[in-house]
């Protein structure tokens, strides 16, 4: 069995050891005397790395690590106690108390003027509700991660706008947005193969065990964390710098130093959530047309071209490989914001946002890896996506990505101007049109592919456009259509195919092009072994 989102974070320890080595501490000290900079994390990296690994250690009384979700909720930050309420700054922090699987501490400073200084844990800060315990077993607890607030969408009101709690997760939202995917630090050994089936391979999450928060000014507009990263095989060293506005910008550093040999290191990797949608209907009753907090992988390789990957809930772990060389950007997106593609009050999918990464320099070799795993329901996230290089590290060798993120809701603005876009992906019944006009079953499987955007709104009416299609060996295309859309004003593309082994994969791919010039990315679906999850 394929464990959930949350059983994979439980086992991962989750966050950070609070305790710190003592060569790491010296190099602290003596780099106080100037400013702190990333450089003052690399080097406790470094001694990390030459170090034996220490598992973050649970100090929780079990009051607190036997809560459920609904108890730690309770658990909530006072207003009066937010961390710079009395500084002139508009950024303002409040913190996670431990509790649940979060049963380790993480220490949390703060820079000021080049001086470092440790905030320490204090239960004032909490509004512990109606829970009912001893309050000396608090003493020696501590933070479990941190929330930056900020008054993003309107003057005066301190909105949460980014927060790190768990492992090396962290979520973003710009203006008018609320927290859907995720990203991390680091993946390792994500869904990996293994060679006995009854023992799954492990991935192993990496901690953030330390943060360094520097303290801006009245006029500063973005802030500053450092991130200190730990696990058996490898060590980190973070910069994030956070933008925030009516899309949140954070630029990261990452300097990682191998303590052992992995299998799979996923850069910049970020986790969601599909369960069904368009694409992939849910069996059930349900009020709801979708429930995803992403619907595909957007990709912009090298050489220029754009690929789009619909997502799925698929019977079985499913890992999907996309070969890009020196990639320009790479993301999990939200794309079609109408409500009505949704219908949910209280959740709100259509205000979550689609996160893009754009590498700073060059990656080299590598590929892009989708992770689909199946999911029962929306509170697990089964998505992941991430960067690998081509020729793993090996145990010992020093590694540097930048990266810039953009967490939005404006996806056209990420778009090539000059290639139109898929809206929407419809996976129905293939059938024919009798003579009699009754629509009939014709033992196909069928997908409507809708494209939209500048260039197609553009062409005369008297415009020649087919698809380019291509479907793998395991199924026959019977058909393909191209019609105008418009209601869009754009394109749509209709493929029927008969599928030959249900219990394989069929990988497809369609754009649209006029004579010699593509007018579209390129969709690129899988229909995954046995179907999805909600057939």
Not at 49 to 54: E, V
Not at 244 to 271: H, I, N, Q, Y
Not at 491 to 516: F, H, I
Request: glycine share 8%; aromatic share 10%; net charge neutral.
């Amino acid at each position: 069995m394929v464990p959930t989102a949350a059983q994979r974070v439980a086992r991962a320890g989750l966050l950070p050891a609070f305790r710190c080595l003592a060569a790491a501490s010296l190099l602290l000290c003596a780099a106080q005397a100037q400013a702190f900079s990333l450089d003052d994390v690399v080097g406790r990296a470094r001694v990390l790395m030459s170090a034996p690994y220490a598992a973050p250690v649970s100090n929780l009384p079990p009051v607190f690590s036997q809560m459920q979700f609904a108890d730690y909720q309770k658990i909530q930050p006072l207003a009066q106690r937010f961390e710079w309420r009395d500084q002139p700054t508009p950024f303002k922090l409040n913190f996670y108390h431990q509790g649940m699987q979060f049963n380790a501490p993480v220490a949390i400073h703060e820079i000021v003027d080049g001086n470092v200084r440790e905030i320490g844990y204090d239960p004032q800060r909490f509004d512990f509700g109606n829970l009912a315990f001893d309050k000396n077993q608090t003493s020696k607890l501590g933070y479990a991660g941190f929330r930056v607030l900020y008054p993003i969408n309107r003057e005066g009101k301190e909105d949460e706008i980014m927060s790190f709690l768990g492992a090396s997760y962290f979520r973003v939202i710009g203006k008018g947005q609320t927290y859907g995917l995720s990203g991390r630090g680091l993946a390792i050994d994500t869904a990996l193969p293994s060679v006995d089936k009854s023992q799954p391979t492990a991935e192993e999450f990496p901690n953030f065990r330390e943060f360094w928060i520097q303290r801006p000014s009245a006029p500063d507009q973005q802030l500053v964390i450092y991130a200190l990263m730990d696990s058996p095989r490898v060590t980190g060293a973070y910069q994030f710098t956070l933008r925030p506005g009516a899309d949140a910008v954070l630029d990261v550093k990452a300097r990682l130093f191998m303590r052992g040999t992995v299998s799979t290191l996923g850069v910049a990797p970020l986790t969601s959530m599909f369960l069904f949608g368009p694409n992939q209907q849910s069996d059930k009753r349900n009020y709801r047309p979708a429930i995803h907090d992403s619907n595909g992988l957007a990709i912009h390789t090298g050489a220029g071209e754009r690929l789009w990957r619909p997502l799925n809930d698929p019977r079985n772990l499913t890992v999907s490989s996309f070969m890009v060389d020196s990639p320009k950007g790479f993301g999990l997106l939200q794309r079609g914001r109408e409500f009505s593609r949704f219908e949910d009050i209280k959740d709100r999918y259509d205000l979550r946002p689609s996160a893009w990464i754009e590498p700073q320099g060059d990656w080299g070799r590598g590929k892009v890896q989708l992770v689909e795993i199946p999911t029962a329901d929306e509170t697990n996230d089964n998505i992941v996506a991430f960067w690998t290089p081509e020729v793993q590290p090996q145990a010992g060798e020093a590694l540097q990505y930048d990266y810039r993120m953009h967490w939005t809701m404006d996806e056209p603005a990420l778009m090539d101007k000059n290639l139109a876009w898929v809206r929407q992906t419809f996976h129905t019944t293939g059938e024919l049109l009798q003579s009699n006009l009754i629509r009939q079953p014709d033992g196909t499987t069928a997908f409507h592919i809708d494209f939209e955007g500048p260039v197609l709104a553009g062409l005369p009416p008297d415009a020649v456009v087919n698809a380019q299609v291509s479907v793998n060996a395991n199924a026959d295309l019977v058909s393909s259509a191209v019609e105008r859309n418009p209601a869009i004003n754009g394109w749509r593309v209709t493929l029927r195919m008969r599928v030959k082994d249900p219990a394989q994969a069929v990988e497809l791919r369609a754009a649209l092009a006029s004579g010699n010039k593509t007018l579209s990315e390129t969709w690129s679906y899988q229909l995954p072994p046995g179907g999805s999850a909600a057939q």
